[in-house]
């Protein structure tokens, strides 16, 4: 029996075939920030469950945090409503009055 495929699944893949300049921003254990950039380009294989890298690494898709294209909007986000893009977004804080 075939997996289901998911959303993130939908979303990466449906970006990818549609040849999207852009990246997807994954959850990487070990580095300062906690996450990595994976360009389109280095992505060879969208399977229902993982990302396959032209390198061979296998990337698992709940790794996937969001996809941006080039100008650094968000096209999806696993959180789902973001702000506009990933350069322009603000630290939360309160505002004074």
Do not use: C
């Not at 950039?37 to 945090?65: Q, Y």
């Amino acid at each position: 029996m075939r997996k289901r495929r998911g959303a993130i699944h939908e979303a990466v893949a449906s970006h990818f075939h549609k040849g999207t300049k852009g990246y997807v921003v994954i959850a990487e254990r070990g580095t300062a920030s906690g996450t990595k950039k994976i360009s389109f380009e280095d992505i060879e294989r969208v399977a229902v469950d993982r990302l396959i890298l032209v390198d061979g690494t296998i990337i698992p898709l709940h790794r996937v945090l969001y996809i941006v294209n080039n100008n650094g909007s968000i096209l999806w986000s696993r959180y789902g409503k973001q702000e506009k893009s990933l350069t322009e977004q603000k630290p939360k804080g309160r505002e004074s009055s």
